[in-house]
């Protein structure tokens, strides 16, 4: 799942990042251009954690 660039960019090189994993704490985002990747908190992008954490979660979450 792709992060807009208007909501959160790459740390190290500013390019789209990709939501690759999420749990009930974290995601993890990976560069789409440098590769860069980190863990992020679910509102890493100023969303207050409603837009891209439970569509995260539906995609890479283990069943609760």
Known sequence: M????????CRSCGSQLE???ADDATMDVECTK???GYTVEPNAFNDG????????????????
């Open 49 to 64: 954690g409603i837009k891209y954490w439970p569509e995260a979660i539906v995609e890479f979450g283990e069943d609760w």
């Open 19 to 21: 939501i690759t994993a």
């Open 2 to 9: 792709l992060v807009e660039l208007a909501d959160g960019k």
């Open 34 to 36: 440098c590769g860069d």
